[in-house]
C-alpha cells in the first residue's frame, strides 16, 4: 500500500482528498494535519466521513510525514517549499496544490505570490502536473506542482489548438472567460464568500492582472514547444454556485486554418484521455455534468463557420482542479492505472 501523508486537511481541497482517498485501493493514509484542529477526528469535522475516516487531524510541527511515500500539500502558497527539502531527502514524493511550484521564473513567482522562494533548485526540477500535457513526466517525478483550477480548464481547453504541428489561432489574441463557484476562494472565512455577498451576485475580478495569468502563459507556450509566443486576456468571474468551473475560450482562426474540422482535431487529440470528454458537436457543457468527479468535458463551436472558435470547458473545481488531478499524478508516480480509485460518477442535480 502507498503511505499517503495530507498537510493541510481541513480545507475543501484537503477534505477532497481524504474524500477521494478513502476510498482508493492502493492508498493508506496515514497522516493528516491541521493547525487549528489538531486533536480532532477528521469525522467530527467531516460527518460525510464518519465511519470512512477515522483519523484524526494532527499538528504540522508534531508529525513526521518522512515515513510516508508520498504527501500532498493542501495549503496556502509558501508551505510546501519550506518542508520540501526534507521530504525529498528522506525519499518521499510531494504533490502539492498550491503554487510554490508552478512558475519556473523564481522573479515572477516572486513578483505575484509576494515571497522568496525558499528552493529554486527543487523549483527546476518539479513537473507541472497536467496530467494530458505532462504524463510521461509525471511518472518519474519526485515533485509535482499542481496546476491552479483556472488554469486547468484553460490550458486542456486550448491545447489541441496549441499543440498541433502548424499554427491554427492567432496566438497573440487568445481571450479566456472563466467563472467559478465560491469553493474556489477556501474555507477560511472571508467576507467575499458570505451567503449574503456571494449568493444572487455576479462579478469579474482580478481584471488588471491575476496570478493564475502567468502560469496559463507559461503553461500554453510549453504547448507550443516553447516556438510560440502567447497574448491572453483572462478574466476571472465569481458566480453564485458551490462548486464548478465554467471557462469560455476564444480563438481567431489563422487564414490557412479555416478548412480544418476542429471537432475531430479536439476528438483526437483526447482520444487517449480517460478524464476529459469532447461532447458532440453543437453541445453546451454544464457544470454539473462534472460535479464532484475527474472530468472535464470540452464543446467546440465555429459561430456562422467564421473565423471565431469558441471553446467551452468544464470541471469541478476542487477535483480536476485540485484533489483529483493530485490523484492522477500519485497514480501515474506510484505506477498505478491513471484512472485508479477516480472513477467517481458526475453527482446530479
Ligand atoms: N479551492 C480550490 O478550488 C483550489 C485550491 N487550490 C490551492 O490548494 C491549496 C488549498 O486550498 P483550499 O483547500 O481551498 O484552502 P483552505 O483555505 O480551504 O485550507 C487550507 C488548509 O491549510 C491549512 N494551513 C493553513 N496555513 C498553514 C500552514 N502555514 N501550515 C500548515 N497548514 C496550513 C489550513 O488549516 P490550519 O490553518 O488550521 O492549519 C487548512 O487545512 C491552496 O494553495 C489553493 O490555492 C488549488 C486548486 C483549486
Ligand atoms: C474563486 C476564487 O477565489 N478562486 C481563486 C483560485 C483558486 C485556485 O485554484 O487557485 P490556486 O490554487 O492558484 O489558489 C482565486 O481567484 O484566487
Known amino acids: 500500500m502507498i503511505k499517503v501523508g495530507i498537510v493541510g486537511g481541513t480545507g ?3 477534505v477532497e482528498l481524504l474524500r477521494i482517498l478513502s ?3 492502493e492508498v493508506k493514509l496515514t497522516a493528516i494535519t491541521a493547525r487549528s484542529d489538531a486533536g480532532l477526528p477528521v469525522a467530527d469535522m467531516f460527518p460525510s466521513l464518519r465511519g470512512i475516516v477515522d483519523l484524526a487531524f494532527t499538528s504540522p510541527e508534531e508529525t513526521d510525514l518522512t515515513g510516508c511515500d508520498v504527501v500532498f500539500f493542501a495549503t496556502p502558497h509558501g508551505v510546501a517549499m519550506s518542508h520540501a527539502r526534507k521530504l525529498l531527502a528522506a525519499g518521499v514524493r510531494i504533490i502539492d496544490l498550491a503554487a510554490d511550484f508552478r512558475l519556473k521564473d523564481t522573479a515572477e513567482f516572486e513578483k505575484w505570490y509576494g515571497m522568496p522562494h525558499a528552493c529554486p533548485d527543487i523549483l527546476q526540477e518539479a513537473v507541472y502536473g497536467l496530467v494530458e500535457v505532462n504524463r510521461e513526466a509525471i511518472r518519474k517525478a519526485r515533485v509535482i506542482g499542481l496546476p ?34 465560491v469553493s474556489g476562494a477556501g474555507r477560511r472565512a472571508s ?10 451576485n455576479f462579478h469579474a475580478y482580478g481584471v488588471k492582472g491575476h496570478r493564475h495569468l502567468p502560469e496559463i502563459v507559461q503553461g500554453l507556450k510549453a504547448i507550443t514547444g516553447n516556438t510560440r509566443e ?9 458566480t453564485p454556485m458551490i462548486r464548478g468551473i465554467h471557462s469560455t475560450l476564444y480563438a481567431t482562426l489563422r487564414p490557412e486554418a479555416s478548412g480544418i474540422d476542429f471537432q475531430s482535431l479536439y ?33 467546440v463551436h465555429r459561430p456562422g463557420n467564421g473565423n471565431t472558435l469558441v471553446i467551452l470547458v468544464v470541471e469541478d473545481n476542487l477535483v480536476k482542479g485540485a484533489a483529483g ?25
Open 12 to 14: 475543501y481541497t484537503g
Open 23 to 25: 476510498t482508493h485501493p
Open 148 to 181: 491552479g483550477c483556472y488554469p486547468t480548464s484553460v490550458q486542456l481547453g486550448l491545447a489541441p489548438l496549441l499543440g498541433h504541428g502548424k499554427p491554427l489561432v492567432n496566438e497573440s489574441m487568445l481571450i479566456a472567460d472563466c467563472k467559478s463557484g
Open 191 to 200: 467576507v467575499g464568500s458570505l451567503f449574503a455577498e456571494s449568493s444572487d
Open 230 to 238: 502567447i497574448g491572453l486576456t483572462f478574466v476571472p468571474h465569481l
Open 267 to 299: 476528438e483526437d487529440y483526447y482520444r487517449n484521455d480517460p478524464f476529459v470528454d469532447v461532447l458532440p458537436a453543437g453541445s453546451h457543457p454544464e457544470t454539473r455534468s462534472v460535479r464532484a468527479s475527474n472530468y472535464l468535458r470540452i464543446a
Open 325 to 349: 488531478q493530485g490523484v492522477q499524478c500519485l497514480n501515474l508516480m506510484c505506477g498505478l492505472d491513471e484512472t485508479t480509485g477516480l472513477k467517481q460518477v458526475p453527482v446530479l442535480p
